[in-house]
């Protein structure tokens, strides 16, 4: 069996560090913007919380992380879709960051291939 690495190169991911059970929602939300999917993990937060009390504002301390890897052309769409629906612009909602892959590979179907190819 002839067996073939595909690199993608042209790629980023997204990290959303997320309040407790809004995983689900905001994981759809970058789906209709165009994300092909997520994974979604699981974390316990600590010192902000602290700060955030004094201003009245209640921070849970369990988390959720949900990343997604994105075509280059697709990372600011996809991005704001999720800021904007996790409300990231209200204290102590989470936080977002994007991150260059230099390299990533995975199963690409031969059909999607050949049109990359012939672009």
């Known amino acids: 069996m002839n067996r073939n690495i595909t690199i993608l ?13 809004l ?8 789906i209709k913007a165009g994300a092909q999917g997520a994974t979604v993990h699981y974390a316990q ?13 209640a921070v ?4 959720e992380i949900l990343q997604i890897i994105v075509s280059t052309e697709q990372v600011d769409r996809i ?4 800021y904007l629906a996790a409300e990231l612009d209200t204290p102590g909602m989470g936080f977002i960051y994007t991150t260059k892959l230099e390299k990533a590979g995975t199963y690409i179907p031969q059909e999607i291939l050949s049109k990359l190819t012939q672009e």
């Open 23 to 30: 995983a689900d929602k905001i994981t759809k939300v970058a």
């Open 45 to 57: 937060g600590s010192g902000v919380r602290e700060k955030l009390g004094i201003l009245g504002v």
């Open 60 to 63: 849970e301390a369990e988390k």
């Open 79 to 82: 991005f704001d879709a999720i």
């Open 9 to 21: 190169t042209d790629v980023e991911l997204i990290t959303c560090i997320l309040q407790k059970g």
